[in-house]
């Protein structure tokens, strides 16, 4: 079974920078694509960024220019790395991939950018 779980939350003030991590388990990490999602509240869960087995990546347009992903396939491990937070960016974030046909989150971890 593949588990996923987020690490680095925080709140910080805006222009602030967080790195989140998120461990997984239970497949074969390096063929697999790893995401990153977030959900502000009232709002629908949005794609932030994705990375390939190759390390190549996208983020979406929001935050593009400020967020990085890196991914660590010895540790089997994923990070999102957040400069010049907004406070729009508050929101839980998850951990993503597609294994087997199936999709697997991460329980989130919370993110506040608040002066």
């Known amino acids: 079974q593949v588990h996923l779980l987020e690490s680095g939350g925080d709140s910080v003030q805006p222009g602030g920078s967080l790195r989140l991590s998120c461990a997984a388990s239970g497949m074969n990490f390096r063929l697999a694509a790893m995401g990153w999602y977030r959900q502000a509240p009232g709002k629908q869960r949005e794609l932030v960024g994705s990375?390939?087995?190759?390390?190549?990546?996208n983020f979406a347009d929001s935050v593009k220019g400020r967020f990085t992903i890196s991914r660590d396939n010895i540790n089997r491990m994923v990070f999102l790395q957040m400069n010049s937070l907004k406070p729009e960016d508050t929101a839980v974030y998850f951990c993503?991939?597609?294994?087997?046909?199936?999709?697997?989150w991460g329980p989130g971890t919370q993110v506040t950018v608040s002066s």
């Open positions: 993503n991939t597609a294994w087997r046909g199936r999709q697997f």
């Open positions: 990375i390939s087995t190759n390390h190549s990546t």
